[in-house]
């Protein structure tokens, strides 16, 4: 299963190459942008923009409301599987 992660572009670092810096989760990563821009985008225009991440690419673009759902979604299942975990190692 792909997962994609959301993220923030906080800023263009090299507006040739569509290379940005997005913060996911509190980690800012270079990330590739290409493949949410059209002929018309400047990249400098996605700053702020939320995106959906996956292996160092920005796959598409989404609203924020959406990626804090998704991000809570997301924080649960972490927490779910710590727990899992837990309940494994007790029963062993």
Do not use: K, Y
């Not at 810096?21 to 985008?41: H, K, M, S, T, W």
């Not at 996605?46 to 409301?65: N, T, Y």
Request: charged content about 30%.
């Amino acid at each position: 299963m792909c997962l994609g992660i959301p993220g923030q572009i906080v800023e263009i670092i090299d507006a040739e190459q569509l290379m940005a810096r997005v913060d996911v989760a509190g980690v800012r990563r270079p990330v590739n942008i290409a493949c949410i821009l059209d002929q018309r985008d400047d990249p400098e225009a996605c700053v702020g923009d939320w995106v959906l991440v996956h292996v160092g690419f920005a796959m598409s673009r989404i609203d924020e409301a959406e990626a804090e759902r998704t991000l809570a979604i997301l924080e649960e299942l972490g927490d779910l599987r710590e727990e899992r975990n837990m309940m494994r190692e007790g029963a062993a």
